[in-house]
Nanobody, 127 residues
């Protein structure tokens, strides 16, 4: 069964850090660009980051630039999202998604072409 599973969410205080993982099973991430998305309560889903599978180029939305870092470990078939300096407005359900093909660039704000989605992991930033 082809699936993505996110993990690492939880409750963290403002200014804290979390690392999310996106693990693939049933397929290899070598042939996919990966995007990270989030959906805050009562808001539309927002694309926040993506990473290519050519040269591991990373891109970020302005809302997370400088605070979040995306990386991939193809040997572990996993992509990570390191989140630092978290703010209450970062609260939401975080999803990863995979787009098949070989990409040297990606656009973090779009979900176009994303074929596989995880079920999400909840991040709550609150004191």
């Amino acid at each position: 069964q082809l699936q993505l599973v996110e993990s690492g969410g939880g409750l963290v205080q403002p200014g804290g850090s979390l690392r999310l993982s996106c693990a693939a099973s049933g397929f290899t991430l070598d042939y996919y660009a990966i995007g990270w998305f989030r959906q805050a309560p009562g808001k539309e889903r927002e694309g926040i980051s993506c990473i290519t599978n050519i040269d591991d180029n990373a891109y970020y939305a302005d809302s997370v630039q400088g605070r979040f870092t995306v990386s991939r470990d193809n040997a572990k078939n996993t992509v990570y999202l390191q989140m630092n300096s978290l703010k209450p407005e970062d609260t939401g359900v975080y999803y990863c998604a995979a787009k098949h093909g070989m990409y040297s660039a990606c656009v973090p704000q779009t979900s176009y072409g994303m074929e596989y989605w995880g079920k999400g992991t909840l991040v709550t930033v609150s004191s």
